[in-house]
């Protein structure tokens, strides 16, 4: 059973750190690519981040690169995000998502992801 559960979600103050923690099935973790993606009130779903399984490399939203990283820990098999030097904006539900195939341009387009998690909420305030 494919299956993304994330966690971590909550209040922080800007400046501050959160990590957010997807768990995922077996058959989900063995996907090609995991990725994270949010979305505030409304707009679209954008990319955060993803790493692929098979040599752990990661990719990153221009916007975010040098605040936040995508480690993951295959015994656990789980996915961080790990959000540092959070600056206040408007509330977003970050979503743990995982594909089919291997990474590709298409990547940061979050159709492409067939696997999703059930959202966890975070607020930075200011």
């Known amino acids: 059973q494919v299956q993304l559960v994330e966690s971590g979600g909550g209040l922080v103050q800007a400046g501050g750190s959160l990590r957010l923690s997807c768990a995922a099935s077996?058959?989900?973790?063995?996907?090609?690519?995991m990725a994270w993606f949010r979305r505030t009130p409304g707009k679209e779903r954008e990319f955060v981040a993803a790493?692929?399984?098979?040599?752990?490399?990661?990719y990153y939203a221009d916007s975010l690169k040098g605040r936040f990283t995508i480690p993951r820990e295959n015994a656990k098999r789980t996915v961080y995000l790990q959000m540092n030097s959070l600056q206040p904006e408007a509330p977003a539900v970050y979503y743990c998502?995982?594909?089919?195939?291997?990474w590709g341009p298409g990547g940061y387009a979050p159709y492409i992801y067939e696997f999703w998690g059930q959202g966890t909420q975070d607020t930075v305030s200011s």
């Open positions: 077996v058959r989900t973790f063995s996907r090609p690519v």
């Open positions: 998502a995982a594909d089919r195939g291997e």
């Open positions: 790493i692929t399984a098979r040599g752990g490399t990661t």
